[in-house]
Nanobody, 116 residues
Framework: QVQLVESGGGSVQPGGSLRLSCAAS???????????MAWYRQVPGKQRDLVAS???????DYADSVKGRFAISRDNAKKTVYLQMSSLKPEDTAVYYC???????WGQGTQVTVAS
C-alpha cells in the first residue's frame, strides 16, 4: 500500500526558512507521476487547510497566506514532493501533512514551529 513520510520540520525563528519533504513508497513511479500532490497544515482545534498543490504536469496553486513565500515542487524520479518555506511567520506554526489528492492518502505529519 502507498505510504507518505514527511520530514524536514522543526523550529525556526521568524524570517527563517525550512524545506519539507514528502517521500512516497509502495507505488511505482509511473503511477506517482500521475498524482496531484498537496501540502496541508493544521493547528490544534482547527481544520486542516490546503497550503499548496502541484499537478502531474507541474502546475502549482497556493493559499493566499503563503503566496510568494512558499514553493511546492516534485521530483518524480525520487517519488518525492517538497515544500520550500521562506520568510516564515509565527502564524505558519502548524503540523504539515502531505496528501495524494486522488486517493486521499495522508502522511503522518511534521511539526513546524516559528518562534523567536
Amino acid at each position: 500500500q502507498v505510504q507518505l513520510v514527511e520530514s524536514g520540520g522543526g523550529s525556526v525563528q521568524p524570517g527563517g526558512s525550512l524545506r519539507l519533504s514528502c517521500a512516497a513508497s509502495g507505488v511505482i513511479s509511473i503511477m506517482f507521476n500521475t498524482y496531484r500532490m498537496a501540502w496541508y497544515r493544521q493547528v490544534p482545534g482547527k481544520q486542516r487547510d490546503l497550503v499548496a498543490s502541484i499537478t502531474a504536469t507541474g502546475s502549482t496553486d497556493y493559499a493566499d497566506s503563503v503566496k510568494g513565500r512558499f514553493a511546492i515542487s516534485r521530483d518524480n524520479a525520487k517519488k518525492t514532493v517538497y515544500l520550500q518555506m521562506s520568510s516564515l511567520k509565527p502564524e505558519d506554526t502548524a503540523v504539515y501533512y502531505c496528501k495524494i489528492e486522488q486517493t486521499g492518502v495522508w502522511g503522518q505529519g511534521t511539526q513546524v514551529t516559528v518562534a523567536s
